[in-house]
């Protein structure tokens, strides 16, 4: 099991910055690949980045490309992701996420945190 748990939301006007963090424990921390999805109210949960085991390789949502960067620090078992130049639709629960394999973290992963709200004014 891998315990995933999320911080770093808040309320902040369109424009402005936030930065999430996602504390994973359980298991090996870098035999993961990470990820951060968000569920809008009254949309589905959506991908938003992931990081491969390494943080070599990433992948985003065109939605947040060249907005949104994916870290990972895998000697402090943290992924973070830095949010700039938001935006009203970027409201939304964000949630970290956690598997085994690239090619299913984003679609079907097999841990995910409880959720972290963002709210931003405009």
């Known amino acids: 099991q891998v315990q995933l748990v999320e911080s770093g939301g808040g309320l902040v006007q369109a424009g402005g910055s936030l930065r999430l963090s996602c504390g994973a424990s359980g298991r090996t921390f870098s035999d993961y690949a990470m990820a951060w999805f968000r569920q809008a109210p009254g949309k589905e949960r959506e991908f938003v980045a992931a990081i491969g085991w390494s943080g070599a390789s990433t992948y985003y949502a065109d939605s947040v490309k060249g907005r949104f960067t994916i870290s990972r620090d895998n000697a402090k078992n943290m992924v973070y992701l830095q949010m700039n130049s938001l935006k009203p639709e970027d409201t939304a629960v964000y949630y970290c996420?956690?598997?085994?394999?690239?090619?299913?973290?984003?679609?079907?992963?097999?841990?995910w945190g409880q959720g972290t709200q963002v709210t931003v004014s405009s």
């Open positions: 996420a956690a598997d085994l394999r690239l090619v299913v973290l984003r679609t079907s992963p097999a841990y």
